[in-house]
């Protein structure tokens, strides 16, 4: 009787089952509900449930004929009470209907794209969950205070990058909730996104949307690939550290997707910087400068930071045994050491570096 919510439940929830089919919601007259009505039953989100004890009734979030308002209760689960909550509710209600978040432009986490690319790869993204951008979160919130306790002024790097915290994740994705979303974008369009933890623990400290192609995909391309330079580091808060003109490989080796992805920037005749962390294990940056060198012949820079940085240089403290990589070091650091080792390139190179660095933090 609802082939609307019929839709979109079999689009987000898989199998349907119909009971009670025709009957009619009715409430009795003191307003309690005397009858769902028509119902659709689905295997809970929940608790795990595969016997479809959960359910909705066909008048799910159309208007209560007394009050006007969307009726969002109209869904419960025969197994375990799993739609008491307020919390499991609203969750439900924005995954099914796509809901956006108020005031921002950022879809959360509407029903997906099953259709998949040509190779069956997701092709469109969401946000993890109801997201809030840093730089409108109050002062002193943790989302805040870890980028400040890593050297980032959040109303920096937070606008630059689009980074967000995930106030309320997706039951499918809870492991993002309450984590800094760093979204990862591709000609403007959501490629993934990573969450990373803030609760100080080690344990998946960066988690990635499922289905996200890092093989094929470079953290801040947009920005980075639209410069003179672009600098090629491992990590995401590498990019922070270096600014516009930074790209993370989210590793440190270049895939030939990845390559190409930058050899396409080739008409643009960036210079290109390959800047990995200090005294990595089986990072080879002269491999991934060689095989970037055809695309940009003479316009490759290998640069390397020093083991050993001066305090002024960094950050914020190293932890023992820890060596700096890009993102521990100041913009201004970082910087100096790309213009020291691109000197033999020449008086282009160092115009380049001129126009790319960014301006917000000085540079001595
Ligand atoms: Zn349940």
Known sequence: MSPDLYAALARTRGAIRTTKRGDLFRRAAHGVVADWGELYNFDCPFCGDSKKRAWVSYMYGQPDPRTGRPMYELVGCWNEDCFASRRNRDGFAVSLMGLYVRGLEIPVFGPPDESGGRDGRRTTFAMPGWCRPVAELHAGHEARRYLEGRGYDPDVVGPRFGLSYCLQADHDLSIAEGRLIIPVRRGGELVGWQARRLDGRKRLKYFTCPGMATGRTLYNQDLALAGPVVVLVEGVVDVWSVGPAGAALFGHTLSDAKRDLILGAAPARPWVVVLLDAGEKGADPGAIARALEPGFPGRVVVASIPLEAPPGDLRRPLGPGEKPDPGSLTTGAVWRCIR?????????????????????????
């Open 340 to 364: 020291a080792a691109g000197a033999a390139a020449g008086g282009g190179f160092l115009a380049a570096v001129e126009a790319a660095r960014p301006r917000e933090e000085g540079d001595q």
